[in-house]
């Protein structure tokens, strides 16, 4: 599989992709920004700590990523409005395949705030993909994860201030109410959509490797 990435869209297995086009909607073409670890910076280490307690005892579920951006970027814009959260809605690569819509918090235009990418997980599952581990032997490893994660900081479990080394993001300012209606849109054509066996695919795999996983917890 060849990924490349261009200015508004990406090339996959020589098939041109744009975003803000049918299939891939971008709430604001003309402030469509790319975020990567290589363009964003971390956060001072006060900053930090202060995001940390005010996110303490908080539990971010995974695929609820427009209602943890709305969490997030509401409290943050409450306590510390001088970092000037942005709540952005695009797509994003987590894997070398096709992006998958998703939805975030923007400080100063520079530093991102993503509990939908746990760290500690896909850095475990990239290791256990490269020993060709079973799927069980997996889930029992995360399950382990986050049973001993329970209790860390934000800080340690998600991205806070600089991007993610492996994951890519093309999006747009947004709102709460209009990433919902994309999202909503994007279910309407999903038989259409050209990641759409990609997405039963993972969809279908992902329901039972959950099942494993709340089996070893």
């Known amino acids: 599989m060849e990924l490349q990435f261009l200015k508004n869209g990406f090339v996959l297995d020589g098939n041109k992709y744009k975003f803000g086009s049918q299939f891939y909607p971008i709430s604001n073409l003309s402030k469509l920004k790319c975020f990567f670890h290589d363009n964003t910076l971390p956060l001072p280490v006060e900053t930090v700590d202060k995001l940390d307690e005010l996110f303490h005892n908080m539990t971010f579920e ?34 070398p395949s096709y992006p998958v819509h998703h939805s975030f918090v923007v400080l100063n235009q520079k530093h991102i705030v993503d509990p939908g990418v746990p760290i500690l997980e896909l850095e475990y599952m990239l290791e256990q993909s ?16 986050r049973n001993s994660s329970k209790n860390n900081r934000f800080s340690e479990q998600y991205v806070l201030g600089k991007g993610y080394q492996l994951v890519i993001y093309y999006a747009s300012p947004d709102t709460y109410e209009n990433s919902l209606t994309i999202r909503d849109y994007i279910n309407r054509i999903a038989h259409k959509h050209p990641s759409y066996k990609q997405a039963i695919q993972r969809l279908n795999s992902g329901t039972h490797f959950k099942q494993l996983i709340q089996k070893e917890q």
């Open 62 to 95: 995974t695929g609820n990523c427009y209602e943890n951006a709305k969490t997030i970027h509401d409290l943050i814009k409450k306590n510390y409005k001088e970092l000037k959260p942005m709540i952005y809605t695009g797509w994003i690569f987590p894997t």
């Open 130 to 145: 490269q020993k060709n581990s079973s799927a069980e032997e997996i889930a029992k490893g995360i399950a382990n994860i």
